[in-house]
């Protein structure tokens, strides 16, 4: 593990994704391309039929925010690549936060929510994969932001009402010490839920990554996180954002770090 | 780190334990030569005296689990080598569940549980030390089943009534987001004591360690693991057995996985 | 990582630091250039004007006992280099302890305490440097005891009403199980706050670090720590000091280990 990156990036042999996005128009995907290229996915086992008496506050904030984390994808421009990361529904009119270098200067990206019921890939439809196009991107500050268009499947209606979105939580409320917890597909660990605390808030915190260098408020957390975990989000027992994972110090478990919610909250006010 | 397997090899220079397996009787073992090969193990100490008042349930759920969790230990073939793992008690006839991974095709291997009152093991006798048959090993999904037959000391009686065993939890009452933790051997830190949670199940999940390669049903968690806690509990928070710790993402803290009750549930049923 | 040490060390480029330190003499340092040497600090933002309502305990605890964690710094001998770790202020009088590795046979160390209220390493002044004598040391059990002696500002006086410190806890009240935190400056992100639990304690336990080698009782803890985190506090949920964070298994998240309070104890009486 050399670089600090948290995407996951494809590399598969034989399979060729043609990319071909037109500046104004939605770009051609073939759903049997992108179906192969996430060929290695197994899709989670979905608990929500738990008769659980334990425990029962986190098990229910990952049922209740599990489906507003959607796996980010890209195909690549040459035959059999990509990138993937996450994302997360911030609006119920379809806005998804996810980092800057997840997505970088594309136009579309692919977005794919969690099947319900539970399914492998085998029967993962053109209606589970959505086209966004990307609003506004921030490279200083790693962030990106996409809207939904439509799903690959062109008999389905527009209808946005299935969304699950997650509030932003007031940046004066964030504190060290709380608990907070990630969900996100560390690699290729699609949906995993992970639990940790908020270890510090730093202002103007300044990172590099590979080529890229950034600067942004920022908050650290002992949660688990790793490749692919990128744009994911951290949220608080309230269910509401507090950051954007972003990046981690290179093999030291413990000290990740996320875009804080005081850089997304003046994104999304009207 | 290059293998995930979470067993703990030991390469004893000076110490040789002759292994001579009779394919239908008892193996003579020499409890000074094994005694020799452990010579490095501190015998955990006891916190059962402790006056705490704080956070109660962990550390009962710590006494109250720590006894079914032996060491499992198998001498070497090639003189001054052996291997270590850990095992959990299931059942109070005996019978110790751990990861084929440990045992292997072995016909026998030794159980030791933690002395009490705690002892460094100088004081360890042949009363501690048991041999135990292998019943039964699933190599595809990575379970042991072993049967404790008899204390190394030809003195001491079979009597299984000190034992304490972990019972298998419902499946359907196991979710994503439930706290769990785990007892074992990672890394010559016995009896080691560790949380998390759980992250995802994943039904039918395909992983590879070395040669082999595996499938099962499997949880996975966020509780810190090593080389050393394979065939170890993963508990939950009512003391039942979720998982069985079996391997992780080498280097990525925070994603590892153990077996889940679904597979071993059938193992036991009458 | 090759190394278990837990301190941070600094080699910067063009920056010298002459550390002139006699015998019996208060050394004489020179603000400036322990600035410059620390420039790379962005100082914490503090949480206490947080409204949180949620999971009260850990934000307040985090509150009630950063400020006894400062940064321990030792300009290096040769020209651009030093050496950090953390401490734990741990009488009213200003009795500071860390690891023996922090400072060695240093006769003096300089303590920063978290400036409030939160500012950049601009605004840093004298004052909120100060230089401490090593009273204590013991080499085996690594464990060091410095005296606050005065701010590098002339004019402060020796006021230390300010200093908040950490009780130690009763050895007989530490328990396997139970929920501890650490605070402390890893990898340069200062005043860090991660959480985990009592995973062992380990009488007598021998451990090497380079070329030095240690035998003391410790706790062995899951609490996320690295390089910088030496000689800082392991507290319980009562805020009381259960160790003194030490070293870590390399590579090996989660296993960690902190010199006992049952060590640290007998320093402190009177």
Redesign the interface.
Known sequence: ?KSPWLIGVFLIGAVSIPFTAHPSDEPQYSFDQVKSALAHI?I??G?E???????PL??????NT?DAVPLIFLPGQTPGTGVSGSGVVVTASGQVLTNWHVIRDSEYALVIFRPTPPKTLADLTPSDVWVARSLWTDAKKDIGLLQLLSPMSKTKSLDLTFLKFIPLE?P????????V?AIGH??G??????????????????WKAGEDSFQA?IV?T?T???HGSSGGPLI???GNLVGLISTM?T?????NFAIAVHELQPLLLP
């Open positions: 593990m197994a989670a086992h608990p039929a738990s008769k659980l008496t334990r425990s986190s098990p229910q904030l990952y049922r599990v007031d004066l409320r964030v504190g060290v010490g709380e608990d917890f560390p690699q660990m699609y949906w995993s839920y992970t639990e940790g605390v908020i270890s510090q808030i730093r202002p103007r915190f300044v408020t650290q002992q688990a996180i790793s608080n027992k309230d110090i093999g030291q478990a413990g000290f």
